[in-house]
């Protein structure tokens, strides 16, 4: 079966500081990857995606992330962050049969110091 | 472009009620997926709709169950809930001509049940 780790519940950074948020899954082949942010009374909206190709992504938000097969892990990075990235983050697989079942984290919850 | 809209946006129920939620997905989206949202268990898939017909289902009782029109938009049903139906319920939608798993999400609905 198919899981998602965000070992961070709660990560707190100061504006301007760089940003790196951990993700790591477990598929038996190879993971269609994502990155939704949820802020704050609103739905998901997708970051970034990794099918193939290119390991390092870039999504919107000036947000990317780099998929490492050997580490299992799709983690997503920011080199500045803003007072408006203060939300919630969730790294999520889903198979290559497609459609729409994805397998999220539990979230990581981003603080932004002012 | 409009968004997905869901409807209501909250509402309150009593253990044994029934409710009925609803989705329109974004114009030209015939895919449309629900998600359940808790503190406890995070993000879950509940079902996937296609041109009216279910393609796929999580792991949740038959107390909960979806349909969609030829119109594309989609309900989800809960039949006698219980205290831990209380969620944020997500829909979502895609274009099948992109990518799996690049879903645009509502708002969601925030049941409460008591």
């Known amino acids: 079966a198919q899981s998602v780790t965000q070992p961070d519940i709660h990560i707190t950074v100061s504006e301007g500081a760089s940003l790196e948020l951990r993700c790591n899954y477990s598929y038996g082949a190879t993971p269609y990857l994502f990155w939704y942010v949820q802020s704050p009374g609103q739905g998901l909206q997708l970051l970034l995606k990794y099918f193939s190709g290119d390991t390092l992504v870039q999504g919107i938000k000036g947000f990317e992330a780099e998929f490492k097969r050997s580490q299992s892990s799709f983690n997503l990075r920011k080199p500045s962050v803003h007072w408006s990235d203060a939300a919630e983050y969730f790294c999520?697989?889903?198979?290559?049969?497609?459609?729409?079942?994805?397998?999220f984290g539990t979230g990581t919850q981003l603080k932004v110091e002012l | 472009k409009a968004g997905v809209t869901q409807t209501p946006r909250y509402l309150i129920k009593t253990r044994g009620q029934q409710v009925t939620l609803s989705c329109s997905p974004i114009?030209?989206?015939?895919?449309v997926s629900w998600y359940q949202q808790t503190p406890g268990q995070g993000l879950q898939f509940l079902f996937e709709?296609?041109?009216?017909?279910?393609?796929n289902k999580g792991n949740f009782p038959g107390r909960f169950s979806g349909r969609q029109f030829s119109n594309s938009r989609s309900e989800m049903n809960v039949s006698t809930l219980e205290l831990g139906d209380s969620a944020l319920y997500l829909c979502?939608?895609?274009?099948?001509?992109?990518?799996?798993?690049?879903?645009?999400f509502g708002e969601g609905s925030r049941l409460t049940v008591l």
């Open positions: 979502a939608s895609r274009d099948q001509r992109e990518g799996p798993g690049e879903l645009f």
């Open positions: 114009s030209g989206h015939r895919s």
């Open positions: 999520a697989v889903g198979g290559t049969g497609g459609g729409n079942k994805l397998t």
């Open positions: 709709y296609f041109s009216e017909t279910q393609r």
